[in-house]
């Protein structure tokens, strides 16, 4: 499969200054960047900016980023699911994976993070992905934004909503293990229908279990 990556771009106005929303940006650019060091939910900072150079590396990966000039304030991550999770069992070249998103405190409540996924979704090849999310309690900022689980959860369907990702069922076992975890997914316009029930399969791994 050829992963099209055509650049995108707007302005949003925010009450810290105007932000830059852009991508995919090549890995060259990225590393060019500074990174925020604010930007901490996953690893830290330096070592998530190499993590994302990686990303933007790949084939199928791609990077959107929120930017104050030559600062990098937000981003999300879209590539293959890791190896050791169920998403990749049924090797799909049309299946990926919005892996991370994260925004500086200061940023959030600005529409940063939807507008990191409506950039995402201006490129017409995204139409020939099936994209997924595992959205976990256990990865989100409870403490720093005073929102309980559900409220949390909320506000993540509200902003995903926005790339067109809506919510799916599905028995693993991961996701299942608490209620406010979820499955989100958006199917491409020219995804194949057998891709869609290799995805159904993937989504309920274990029906004949019981």
Not at 189 to 206: A, G, T, Y
Request: glycine fraction near 8%; proline fraction near 6%.
């Amino acid at each position: 499969m050829e992963h099209k990556k055509t650049y995108n771009a707007k302005e949003l106005k925010t009450p810290h200054g105007r932000l830059i929303i852009e991508g995919p940006i090549s890995a060259e650019k990225l590393a060019s960047y500074a990174f925020h060091e604010g930007l901490v939910a996953f690893r830290p900072p330096a070592q998530q900016h190499k993590a994302l150079v990686e990303i933007a590396g790949l084939p199928e990966g791609r990077i959107i980023v929120a930017r104050s000039d030559h600062m990098i304030v937000g981003y999300v991550t879209y590539l293959y699911p890791d190896p050791l999770e169920r998403w990749s069992e049924g090797k799909m070249e049309d299946l990926i994976e919005l892996g991370a998103i994260e925004v500086i405190p200061e940023y959030r409540g600005s529409s940063v993070g939807k507008n990191l996924l409506i950039v995402s979704m201006m490129d017409d090849a995204m139409e020939d992905y099936i994209i997924i999310t595992t959205e976990y309690y256990w990865h989100w900022d409870l403490k720093g934004t005073g929102l309980n689980v559900w409220e949390y959860r909320k506000v993540m369907e509200k902003m995903m909503s926005a790339g067109g990702l809506v919510w799916y069922a599905t028995d693993d076992p991961e996701i299942s293990s608490h209620p406010a975890n979820c499955l989100m997914a958006r199917i491409g316009k020219r995804i194949p229908p057998e891709s869609v029930q290799k995805f159904d399969q993937l989504r309920f791994m274990n029906r004949f279990m019981y």
